[in-house]
């Protein structure tokens, strides 16, 4: 599956964007997804995961409480809204999916997941 980012884009600190993802085929929904992000001359990172029912979520401490992960089936998405941005928030971000061994599973490590995105640049201007 190919997996599509869209959303992303300049704001200033303080201020909120949302990135989405959505399959090539119109199947996320059979699949958990995960959101990382990686800064320049940084790794790859862990930001947040939801399950593939959507029951769950899962957040990296750095952005607990400002960004929300969510799916909408119907539409084939999911989202990434970052709210309270950082200048330190700045990075590309990717979207990654896998089959989950059962469906209320949540995966936070790059090497669970199967599929990448081509990533969206947010640039968070202090």
């Known amino acids: 599956v190919q997996l599509v980012e869209s959303g992303g884009g300049l704001v200033q600190a303080g201020g909120s964007l949302s990135v989405s993802c959505a399959a090539s085929?119109?199947?996320?929904?059979?699949?958990?997804v995960g959101w990382f992000h990686q800064a320049p001359e940084k790794e790859r990172e862990f930001v947040a995961a939801?399950?593939?029912?959507?029951?769950?979520?899962y957040y990296a401490d750095s952005v607990k409480g400002r960004f929300t992960i969510s799916r909408d089936d119907d539409v084939n998405t999911v989202t990434l809204r970052m709210n309270s941005l950082y200048p330190e928030d700045t990075a590309v971000y990717y979207c990654?999916?896998?089959?989950?061994?059962?469906?209320?599973?949540?995966?936070?490590?790059?090497?669970?997941?199967?599929?990448w995105g081509q990533g969206t640049q947010v640039t968070v201007s202090s």
């Open positions: 990654a999916a896998r089959r989950p061994g059962y469906g209320r599973y949540i995966y936070s490590r790059i090497k669970d997941y199967t599929y």
């Open positions: 085929d119109g199947t996320l929904s059979t699949y958990a």
């Open positions: 939801i399950s593939r029912v959507g029951d769950g979520t």
